[in-house]
């Protein structure tokens, strides 16, 4: 069954989609900061852990009115969906170099539309299969895989990768109904009470120094979840999935400046692709019908 129709603002969305990626990269970066002391799942469980602290002065002063919702098992979904990629994600950043880790997970837009148009019966049109192929093809150049591609662990990748473009389709079809707020809050809450569960025999003391980090990486990944919540209800994740390629621009950017990694003519030419698959993908909106 298709969805109502609702309004499509693809700029909006592809500038708030593109500020998503950038919170995310800093993520990604501190979870490699921190993966060299911490296990995956005690940076799991406090990634949530935060994002539903995040949320308590809301409750605070408005109470929990806000938060009510009709659409529980929508929202368990999205959960299963997006804890299951945070596990691969997570996993991949710290035992992958961090471009392939980055490539898998910012592969997620290939998959989008062709899940958009299965599950929600939203438009699949050549320009976007063209636009989010353009794209790819940047993200291999600015990443240019390793080794490590062929290794089994990289199937830990392209698991996140599958399993997040389902999380952005889910996102879209519970935002008529549902603001990003909500949709954020209730992913961080059940989140956190699943991935309580491993701390029970993987639990490992702390120092101030991790848990710092543990907290930066809570809220960069709740403030980007909530924008990119925002950014797939305002314009078909088919249309503009691309801009999440722009993560790979940012995390190769952070990187020069954090490590001293020059690109070269190879990342270069990747990035131009990248910006033009995004700019392609909303240079021209579909005709109403």
């Not at 994600?89 to 837009?109: K, V």
């Not at 290939?110 to 599950?119: C, D, E, M, Q, S």
């Not at 088919?238 to 020059?262: C, D, K, N, Q």
Request: proline share 6%.
């Amino acid at each position: 069954m298709s969805l109502p129709s609702r309004s499509v603002k693809p700029v909006q969305g592809a500038l708030l989609l593109a500020l998503s990626a950038l919170l995310f990269s800093l993520m990604g970066v501190g979870i490699r900061e921190v993966s060299s002391g911490v296990n995956n799942e005690s940076v799991v469980f406090f990634r949530n852990l935060v994002g539903v602290l995040f949320f308590l002065p809301l409750l605070l002063f408005k109470g929990a009115a806000p938060l009510k919702t009709g659409r529980i098992k929508s929202h368990l979904w999205r959960t299963g969906y997006g804890l299951a990629a945070m596990y691969c994600f997570f996993y991949a950043i710290a035992h992958l170099p961090l471009a392939d880790a980055m490539l898998f997970t910012y592969s997620a837009p290939v998959f989008t539309p062709v899940l958009a148009w299965w599950l929600l019966k939203e438009p699949l049109t050549k320009r976007m299969l063209v636009t989010t192929a353009i794209g790819l093809i940047g993200v291999l150049l600015v990443a240019k895989p390793s080794q490590a591609l062929l290794d089994s662990q990289a199937l830990v990748g392209l698991a996140a990768s599958i399993l997040a473009a389902f999380a952005f389709v889910s996102i879209r079809e519970m935002s008529d109904s549902e603001p990003a707020f909500r949709i954020v809050f209730y992913f961080s809450l059940f989140s956190a009470l699943i991935s309580a569960v491993p701390l029970t025999w993987a639990w490992q003391p702390l120092d101030s120094h991790q848990l710092g980090l543990l907290l930066v990486i809570g809220l960069l990944a709740t403030v980007s979840q909530i924008v990119m919540s925002k950014a797939y209800g305002l314009a078909p994740p088919g249309l503009i999935g691309p801009f999440a390629y722009l993560a790979i621009v940012f995390a190769g950017v952070i990187a020069w400046l954090r490590w001293g990694e020059t690109p070269d003519l190879s990342s270069l030419l990747g990035a131009a692709l990248i910006f033009s698959s995004s700019l392609l993908s909303i240079a021209r909106r579909p005709t109403a019908r």
